[in-house]
């Protein structure tokens, strides 16, 4: 690069960095963030508190989406500073992403359970010194990670400026540009994954709950052993249903088409997709669950609870005298009631 050009690209970077980008590059970084912009559901639909190495796929999949919109874009760009400027656009929206990411995560699942999934979203883009690992934005940048480590990777905006440098025209440097971002596409995930590992992110992440005094509500095997001999009850996902669209304020009757209530018929030490095991409707052991499947105990109903359940069990094919309990429960529920339920109560006591 000429030293004309090198001034030109050094004023929109700073253009970019102090937020008055205009033209081609200032669309550009508009395209680059728009993927972002829906990050509280993409964190609802697609993280699981069992497996927090899910923050990957909230994020990779908002990247290349990123990557692939603004490819689009680069083809409309008019000279050949501006294709240079691609990546750095790109990194200065990680590097945002990194510092507002907070926000969507505490919309998405509240600041109670958000300091571990903040911790690790930003790791995952600025990097974690205990994994050294240098970051999504380390990677392509390692100035602007929080390792300044450079690893010399294959896609990095130094190599990405050399390459495009060496197209002999416009429309080769955008050739060169497009080919560069379909390679790194292909390379991001794996390396990410090879780099940042499932074992590392979770080592990561249970620190980030223990230091943020988060509980760990999680279920295990001893958990799940004491309430199977004790008999009690437990809350359980439904099919394809997650923890974050359980309400824990809510009765789990409220959110039956979430979860079901039942206690558990069978457990082995195993946590596997079918480790505890529930009886159906018919009483046949059809209800498969994984450990993290079950949300834990249901509240144990009272004594009374337990007799009128028991007492019910043994009239309910009666549709007569079921139909006398229901309006007996309407009659009692209703406040004008009272003096006569108080009449009937002395009755019910002698």
Do not use: H
Request: glycine residues 6%; hydrophobic residues 35%.
């Amino acid at each position: 690069m000429d030293v004309q050009k090198f001034k030109e690209y050094q004023q929109i970077n700073e253009e970019f960095i102090g937020g008055i980008i205009k033209g081609a590059l200032g669309k550009l970084a508009g395209v680059f963030s728009a993927p972002f912009k829906d990050l509280v559901n993409d964190f609802k639909k697609m993280f699981k508190e069992d497996d927090p190495d899910s923050i990957k796929d909230v994020l990779m999949s908002n990247i290349n989406q990123a990557i692939d919109a603004a490819q689009k874009e680069v083809n409309n760009l008019q000279d050949e500073t501006s294709v240079i400027g691609v990546m750095d656009n790109m990194i200065n929206t990680l590097v945002q992403l990194a510092e507002n990411i907070g926000k969507d995560v505490e919309s998405a699942f509240g600041k109670d359970k958000s300091a571990a999934i903040k911790e690790i979203a930003k790791a995952l883009l600025l990097g974690n010194k205990a994994a050294d690992w240098v970051g999504l934005v380390g990677v392509l940048d390692p100035q602007r990670g929080i390792l300044k480590k450079d690893i010399n990777y294959k896609f990095s905006k130094k190599n990405y400026i050399d390459q495009v440098n060496k197209a002999k025209d416009l429309k080769a440097k955008k050739a060169v540009a497009n080919k560069f971002f379909d390679d790194l596409q292909k390379s991001l995930q794996i390396d990410v994954d090879k780099n940042f590992t499932e074992e590392e992110v979770k080592k990561a992440f249970d620190e980030a709950k223990k230091k943020s005094g988060q509980k760990d509500d999680s279920m295990n095997y001893d958990k799940l052993k004491e309430l199977f001999d004790k008999k009690t009850p437990v809350i359980y996902l439904l099919k394809d249903k997650k923890k974050s669209d359980y309400d824990p304020k809510k009765k789990p009757e409220d959110q039956a088409n979430i979860v079901g209530v039942k206690t558990i018929d069978s457990l082995n030490d195993q946590d596997r997709p079918d480790s505890v095991v529930l009886l159906d409707k018919d009483g046949k052991p059809t209800i498969k669950k994984s450990y993290a499947e079950i949300i834990g105990p249901a509240e144990e109903p009272g004594e009374n609870a337990v007799k009128a359940k028991e007492v019910l069990g043994k009239i309910k094919q009666d549709e007569g005298k079921m139909g006398q309990v229901v309006k007996f429960a309407e009659f009692i529920q209703d406040d004008k009631n009272k003096d006569k339920v108080a009449e009937i109560q002395k009755i019910l006591n002698q």
